[in-house]
């Protein structure tokens, strides 16, 4: 297992990102954003980064440019959409499958991305249905309809938990909110047994 550190400039400014080479060949590559507030250290992000690199899959983890700068207060949506497609476009390597996904505000760039990506799957972590305590915002219609999508919530998350269909499969982690630290191994095995299943991993 190999980590590097780069940095990518996008039209928002410069991206941070950290690539992890698994041992052997990498089957797939998997690009994960952080939430609004936080980083890629987030712990559920950090479960899913070493499962799957043990797994034989390339994990980047990027760092949107706000964060990068320093700024708590999150980027708009199409800022962060552009930064996002610029990162992904630099680190992809066809024919190798491309995953992306991400926690809350980063699973919905990748909801929102992953038709222009022509990503083969999406992973979500926390996707934030509506703001707390406001169900009449959903943001369901952002969840994309003919890609293979894994979306993992917590039953007891203030954002929601959409409902599946289709190619989008719901996994409810009973117990868990927003941050999904309840159970990181068992979160990372589901993430796991669904990387397999489209054989993205080992």
């Not at 990748?110 to 406001?134: E, I, K, S, Y």
Request: with cysteine; proline share 11%; net charge positive.
């Amino acid at each position: 297992m190999t980590r590097s550190e780069i940095t990518i400039e996008t039209p928002r400014g410069p991206a941070a990102v950290t690539v992890t080479e698994p041992a052997g060949p990498a089957l797939a590559l998997l690009v994960l954003g952080h939430g609004a507030g936080g980083g890629v250290d987030a712990p559920d992000l950090v479960a899913v980064h070493d499962a799957a690199v043990a797994a034989g899959v390339r994990v980047a983890l990027v760092t949107q440019p706000y964060r990068v700068a320093g700024r708590r207060a999150p980027a708009p949506a199409g800022h962060l959409d552009e930064a996002w497609t610029t990162v992904v476009g630099a680190l992809r390597v066809p024919p190798m499958p491309l995953i992306v996904g991400g926690r809350s505000s980063g699973a919905r760039v990748a909801c929102r991305t992953v038709t222009t990506l022509g990503a083969a799957g999406v992973l979500a972590l926390a996707f934030p249905l509506h703001p707390p305590g406001r169900p009449e915002k959903s943001r369901a219609g952002e969840l994309p309809a003919g890609v293979p999508t894994l979306v993992v919530n917590g039953d007891r998350d203030p954002f929601g938990v959409p409902e599946g269909g289709g190619p989008v499969e719901v996994v409810v982690r009973p117990g868990a909110v927003h941050d999904l630290r309840k159970d990181l191994p068992g979160t990372a095995e589901i993430v796991l047994a669904w990387l397999r299943r489209h054989s993205w991993a080992r």
